[in-house]
Structures are given as C-alpha cells and as structure tokens.
C-alpha cells in the first residue's frame, strides 16, 4: 500500500514459455502463406486485366470550320462511336483537310476529316505533297460523303462563270483547307490564275459577313450541302447564286483529277436557288496506322450500329449518305486493318 495514496500495488511475475511448432503445424503455416500468395498474385493480374480492358481511349476527330459541314458531322459521329467508360471522341474545329491529314501524321489528334483527293495525295506523295514529306502511314477509316463544290456570288451581280472571276474579290478558304486547293484547280481549267483574282484566305462564315458587307464578289467552299454559312446568306439580304462547274472545263478537270466526280445542287437546297451542275469529291474519315487495332474496330462497328445510323440521317442532310455500302466507295489509300476486319466481317470488303 502507499500510504499517500491509499491505493495497494500487487506485482504479478508473468514467464512466456515459447514451445516450438510440431512438423504438421509449419506445414499448414506453409500452405497458408503459398495461399495467400496465389490470391495476391490473381488480383495483382486481375486488377491489371481490368485496368487494360477498363481503361478510356481518346479519339479526337479533326474536322473544319464551325461553320462548314465537316463540324456538324463530327460531332454527331463523335455521338455516334463514344462508348461510356471504354471509348470518348470528340469534334475538334480545323483548317480542314490539309490540317487534318498533317495533325494525324504529328500525333496531335487521332483521326480527321479529308477531302479524297488531298487523302490520296498526302499518303502517296502526289499532287500537292509532290517533291515534300509523305505520309505513308495514313489510312482510312470510312468514306463518308460526298463533297459539293460551291462556288457562290451574290444575286445580281452579273457574275455568272468561273471565268467572269477575273479581277473580283474572291475568298478560297484559308492555308491547310481542301477548299483552296481545289479552288485553284478549277480556276486553272477555267484559265483564271491566282493573279487574275483579288484572293483573300478566310473561311466560308468570314466570307458571307463580307460579301453581306459588300467587301466581297465570291467564295469558294467545298463542302456537303446544305452548308450552314451558305444556308445563312441566302436567307438574307439579297440573296446568292451558285455558279456552275460543267462543260468541257469540268471535263477536262475529270480527266486531269480523277477524284472529281458530277455533282448537282438541287433546286431549293438554298433558298430561292435553281439547280445548278458542279463536281464534288468524296469526304473521308482517315486514322493513323498507329491507331490502335480493337479502338478503331469498336469504332467503326458503333458508326454502322442501327442506333447510330438513325441518329446520322435524322441529324444532317449528308448523314443519310453515311452508309455501310458508301464506306468502302473510292478508297485511294489502304483501310486501317480495325476497320478492313469490320469491312470484311460485314461483307461488304472482299
């Protein structure tokens, strides 16, 4: 007892006595430990399993202007192929087709948008990429649609051929677009030189607010109809005209560029225009052959799913064209091997 305190200590002495583990015992100690290793080691692999499976894949899609038809396209596209938890892709504005095809090539998107012809040309080092870097490894995902060449005044001007372009105002779409290319070809065969032309290098949306200011005679846009710019500046003001591509000079262009094929524009299609012949090369979705194999497949295989086909045609003019039978049409460069297996799983590729 402490007598300060008034409480007592007892002091108990405790020994530990140690006894060994009997042979049966380390060996059910051993089978428990193996055992527990085993769980480990299946949920170390499960969880890496999973993660791979699970895992989001980015797909960027570039596509053009916000005022063009790539854009609206892209984004119901984008719509159409995300798939929750597995695949996100997303519309991303450009400069178009020659942006595009250069972006896939750097690795600063996964896929884009291209005109046939500029698709065909960068990959096989022709035309425009003539005597500059190729990009061999560029490869198709889709055709999609046909693009129409518009080539639009405004109403009353007295404009009424390519050939009247001379010494007018005239926007051919900015550095990088398909637009411009194709608007100095058919300039060419219609003998109008870039120096004959007042040229300014601004997208279709920036050329309607000009040509309304009346700081512009034409633009050039190619583009699937209707396009939203040009559906714009037809409904105000004075209204357009759309010049024709035909005759011998359309012809000739046909010859010269196999990629151009007959187009129209039907009546009505902008307000109060009539019909009117031009040309029109096909739009193409293009990937790297980097892409991964099984993302461009589930891709693809989402694009052509009924859902999606429905979602397309009730969204845009040019989404009812966006067909299983249209994807294969014109390809001039190899199917990235994701969308060749789905091609040929649905019979349409032989």
């Known amino acids: 007892m402490n007598p300060a305190s008034g409480f007592y200590y007892v002091v108990v002495s405790v020994r530990v006595v140690y006894f060994p583990p009997t042979p049966t015992q380390v060996h059910y ?3 428990i430990l193996m055992n527990i290793k085993r769980i480990a080691a299946a949920l170390i692999a499960a969880t890496a399993l999973t993660g791979v499976v699970q895992a989001q894949q980015f797909f960027r899609i570039g596509t053009g202007g916000t005022a063009g038809t790539y854009y609206p396209i892209g984004g119901m596209i984008a719509n159409a192929v995300s798939q929750p938890g597995k695949i996100v892709a ?4 450009t400069n178009g087709s020659l942006a595009n095809v250069n972006g896939v090539a750097g690795g600063s998107m996964e896929s884009g948008f291209s005109q046939s012809d500029v698709a065909t040309w960068a990959q096989k080092g022709t035309g425009i990429f003539e005597g500059k870097p190729n990009i061999p490894e560029l490869r198709l995902i889709a055709n999609l649609y046909p693009e129409t060449v518009h080539v639009v005044v405004k109403k ?11 010494g007018k105002r005239v926007a051919l779409d900015e550095p990088g677009s398909g637009t411009l290319v194709n608007a100095r070809l058919i300039l060419a065969a219609y003998g109008v030189k870039e120096t004959d032309i007042r040229p300014e290098y601004i997208k279709p949306n920036q050329a309607g607010d000009k040509m309304k200011d009346g700081a512009l005679d034409a633009f050039f846009f190619v583009g699937g109809s209707p396009a939203g710019a040009i559906s714009e500046l037809a409904s105000s003001g004075a209204g357009i005209e759309l010049l024709p591509i035909d005759g011998p000079q359309a012809q000739g262009l046909r010859m010269a560029s196999p990629f151009f094929a007959p187009d129209s524009v039907p009546a009505n299609t902008y307000k109060d225009v009539p019909a009117v012949n031009t040309l029109s090369v096909g739009a193409q979705w293009v990937t790297s052959a980097r892409a991964d194999n099984e993302t461009v497949y589930q891709i693809v295989k989402a694009l052509y799913s009924p859902a999606a086909q429905r979602a397309l045609a009730a969204g845009h003019a040019k989404g009812k064209l966006i067909t299983l039978q249209n994807a294969v049409m014109g390809a001039g460069i190899p ?3 994701g969308a060749e297996r789905f091609y040929r799983e649905a019979g349409v590729l032989k």
């Open 90 to 93: 997303t519309a991303q504005a």
């Open 335 to 337: 199917f990235h091997p």
């Open 156 to 166: 009353g001007s007295g404009i009424k051929s390519i050939a009247d372009l001379k």
């Open 29 to 31: 100690l051993q089978e």
